[in-house]
């Protein structure tokens, strides 16, 4: 199996800051990865797939990079409403495993 | 618009089984593969498994098999997740996800649509 590992698990950051979050793949997975935004009390959006591929209607603010293990989510100009925990996935073979998550914080 | 919407929260004693029903609309019920994916409390995410919506065919992740049953319904565009011999630590969040793919039969493995989540909690 995959294991996905993010980093940091926490992040403290103020409005207006750029912040980055990174997924490593226990073993290459291509550029089989998607980025999750999870908010308290609410189902996960997806926001990036195939690692570097916006999703429909989410902000420019929001991008992706990498491949094989080293993955990237970059969030330009943090605004209030970017404060949530994210989440990688690979998709790459089963089981399709998350990360452990990255919980952003307002500094 | 796109809508998954979930069954109420349940509360079950050790043992017990629950039914998880994820019913679909604004879109066409046999074009998208459905996921079931679960969040203890305060955790991650665990994908647990995969339905076709045509035919009914489910793949379920190693750790769930024997315990979970994933099963359609076309005449009410509904998917249901069964889990059974519930023990105190499947106490969670579920989720139904549908898969990315419109092209079908391919499926993508993830996930732009969820349901609202159902809690589950396993307590004697």
């Known amino acids: 199996d995959i294991q996905m590992t993010q980093s940091p698990s926490i992040l403290s950051a103020s409005v207006g800051d750029r912040v980055t979050i990174t997924c490593r793949a226990s073993?290459?997975?291509?550029?089989?990865l998607a980025w999750y935004q999870q908010k308290p009390g609410q189902a996960p959006k997806l926001l990036v797939y195939?690692?570097?591929i916006l999703e429909s209607g989410v902000s420019s603010r929001f991008s992706g990079s990498g491949s094989r293990t080293e993955f990237t989510l970059t969030i330009s100009s943090l605004q209030s409403d970017d404060f949530a925990t994210y989440y990688c996935?690979?998709?790459?073979?089963?089981?399709?495993?998350f990360g452990q998550g990255t919980k952003l914080e307002i500094k | 618009q796109v809508q998954l919407v979930q069954s109420g929260a349940e509360v079950k004693k050790p043992g017990a089984s629950v039914t998880i029903s994820c019913r679909t609309s604004g879109y066409t019920f046999t074009n998208f593969y459905m996921h079931w994916v679960r969040q203890a409390p305060g955790q991650g995410l665990e994908w647990m498994g995969i339905i076709n919506p045509s035919g009914g065919s489910a793949s379920i992740a190693q750790q769930f098999q024997g315990r979970v049953a994933m099963t359609r319904d076309a005449a009410t565009s509904t998917f249901y997740m069964e889990l059974t011999s519930l023990k105190s630590d499947d106490t969670a969040i579920f989720y139904c996800?549908?898969?990315?793919?419109?092209?079908?039969?391919?499926?993508?493995?993830?996930?732009?649509?969820w349901g609202q989540g159902t809690l589950v909690t396993v307590s004697s």
């Open positions: 073993k290459s997975v291509s550029t089989w």
């Open positions: 996800a549908r898969d990315k793919s419109d092209n079908y039969p391919q499926a993508h493995y993830f996930f732009d649509a």
């Open positions: 195939q690692a570097s």
């Open positions: 996935q690979h998709y790459n073979s089963s089981p399709y495993s």
